[in-house]
């Protein structure tokens, strides 16, 4: 490809509203244009990188027995009705009606199809085990859409599908599918580090996140460099030493002005937080006004608390007339004398004695609260967040809190969808059982973001070799001081393109500091220079972007190279 002929356009001041490298270089190198809030073109650079990121997870999928299909990206609402998530999902989920009034939605994911065709296919045990996996548009809704490709409300995402007879199966294309993770991002080079993770809306009773280490990342992962552990924070287990029990005090109403927060709370009483009990408040789903209890120096962890709970349709945090109405008052609200909600308490709060909570109306507290005596739980649970220099749940270690990006995800879904739409296959023993599955999704957006995450410097992109969209940049300078340059230049990109290995040729007449600052921007794996000064050294100079190690290369071997028949160049990693 001659960049004369490229459609594109480079970016010499940085954009005012990219705050990540990767949406930064990604912008200003001509890889991708925004179009709206979370909606994004890939112009023809972009799309080369996310076609080789394509291939390498296609190539994966297929060494374990995946086989690849396409389904649609608008699904009837009714078959997101029988699976029960049509209403359990919010607003990130786009629905609309068609020319025939029928509800419909833009895929999210495609779990319901998936079923679908299982229940119409499957019959027999003899047709399972089978994996399936396609790559398709998604479209969610995102309320904050950030980072570039990072975040966004539009992409495309592998998801693959696994269907076995019973759960030892799906134990086997589960495991398969992390051993394919871990080689795909390691082919993308990538450090994706697997944790144990929440399902979600997925549901199902096993799942783990890949994540890649990045300040920008959203997820908390909550890490011990002892054993190896390794958790969102989402579902990280809390190992801290329970309190030791002692005998209840007297419960004692206290005046306390202007302490809404526990920070306030404490320095009032010169007491220590942890001496304190802090009260939450939420509005599940199904309508239940949920308080949540932990201990004052601690926070409530609302996946967990909503998993302990059993919510659906996810937690929201309750309005002031919800909480009056249940007899609590916000900013000095307790369990004490409360009525129409459901009181969960953490371990460490219900381990502890003699607590300072509130007293349900404004500027009082109430010293010595204890669970059993004072206020009952509906539900004692962990719903505690993990904190850096916890202990570790394994071995002990005090772990570390570190910020992550999700990069691919893995599910055990067991039979939540094909129980639900019918997917059966009858048994060796006769008998109609439901299919047993698996999701495992992939963002190729976020994977591009993530690898130039990892791989750029202040001058731009360094790319892969496995990703890059094309496997040098070929930069002729001095045309018009040398004809033999351009004559060089224009049989080695179409010799290498006459072998299947295309170059990024560029021919324009610019001077060779745009010239060269554009290759650095651009990113390909090599910077092969033709000039005058090149030749009188005996042939081209070549520079590994990655290293800025830089050598020349005789032009028979450079040939020979260029076109894939030749070892390549000794500046290599």
């Known amino acids: 490809m001659r960049l004369s002929q490229l459609f594109f356009a480079t970016l010499r001041d940085d954009p005012a509203d990219a705050e990540m490298p990767s949406h930064r270089l990604l912008l200003r190198g001509g890889y991708l244009r925004q179009l709206g809030s979370g909606l994004y073109s890939l112009l023809p650079l972009g799309f080369r990188v996310t076609k080789r990121v394509e291939q390498v997870i296609r190539e994966e999928m297929n060494a374990i027995g995946c086989q690849e299909l396409e389904m649609p990206v608008i699904h009837p609402a009714d ?21 025939g009034d029928r509800d419909m939605v833009i895929a999210m994911t495609h779990e319901e199809v998936v079923t679908d065709l ?83 809306m997925m549901g199902g009773s096993l799942a783990h996140e890949f994540m890649v280490l990045n300040p920008a990342g ?6 011990c460099d002892s054993c190896g552990f390794s958790a969102n924070r989402q579902v990280a287990a809390v190992k ?25 709370l404490a320095a009032f009483l010169g007491i220590e937080a942890s001496s304190t009990a802090k009260a939450a408040f939420f509005t599940a789903g199904d309508g239940r006004l949920i308080t949540a209890i932990v201990r004052g120096d601690r926070d409530v962890n609302e996946t967990k608390l909503g998993n302990v709970a059993k919510v659906a349709g996810g937690l ?168 033999r340059v351009a004559e060089l230049a224009t049989e080695l990109h179409a010799g290498a393109a006459a072998a299947g290995r295309e170059l990024l040729w560029d021919d324009r007449e610019e001077s060779p500091g745009v010239k060269f600052t554009d290759a650095e921007l651009l990113g390909m794996p090599w910077i092969v220079t033709i000039s005058p000064r090149s030749l009188a050294a005996g042939g081209l100079e070549v520079t590994r972007r990655a290293t800025g190690a830089r050598a020349v290369m005789p032009l028979d071997a450079a040939r020979a190279w260029l076109t894939g028949d030749g070892a390549p160049p000794p500046t290599g990693d």
């Open 79 to 99: 078959l997101w009705r029988e699976s029960g998530r049509y209403d359990q999902i919010g607003p990130e989920m786009a629905r609309f009606k068609d020319r």
């Open 118 to 200: 299982l229940r119409d296919i499957i019959r027999s045990y003899r047709q399972l085990p089978v994996r399936l996996y396609h790559f398709q548009t998604k479209f969610r809704d995102e309320p904050r859409s950030r980072g570039g490709l990072i975040r966004v409300r539009e992409f495309v995402m592998k998801d693959s599908y696994s269907c076995d007879r019973d759960d030892e199966g799906l134990d086997v294309s589960y495991w398969a599918h992390h051993g394919a993770y871990v080689r795909i991002f390691e082919r993308l080079g990538l450090q994706a580090i697997p944790v144990a993770s929440d399902v979600g």
């Open 218 to 223: 959203e997820d908390d992962l909550v890490l």
């Open 240 to 264: 801290v030493p329970l309190a030791e029990p002692a005998p209840a005090l007297a419960l004692e109403e206290i005046e306390t002005p202007a302490t809404t927060t526990i920070a306030e």
């Open 316 to 483: 929201r945090p309750a309005t002031v007339d919800e909480i009056h109405a249940a007899g609590m008052e916000p900013g000095y609200g307790s369990a004490v004398g409360a009525h129409d909600t459901f009181v969960v308490v953490d371990l460490l709060a219900a381990s502890s004695s003699n607590l300072v909570a509130g007293a349900n109306r404004v500027g009082y507290h109430l010293r010595n609260v204890n669970l059993g005596r004072d206020f009952e739980a509906d539900l004692v649970a962990d719903i505690d967040n993990a904190r850096e220099g916890d202990a570790c749940p394994v071995c002990g270690h005090p772990v570390i809190l570190r910020n992550g990006i999700e990069v691919g995800n893995i599910f055990k879904l067991g039979t939540r969808y094909s129980a639900a739409l019918g997917a059966t296959y009858l048994g060796e023993d006769g008998q109609a059982h439901p299919i047993v599955m698996g999701s495992y999704g992939i963002g190729l957006g976020r994977n591009v973001a993530c690898i130039v995450e990892a791989h750029h410097d202040e001058k731009g992109i360094a790319w892969p070799d496995e990703v890059a969209p094309y496997a040098a940049h070929l930069v002729s300078i001095g045309t018009n001081k040398e004809p």
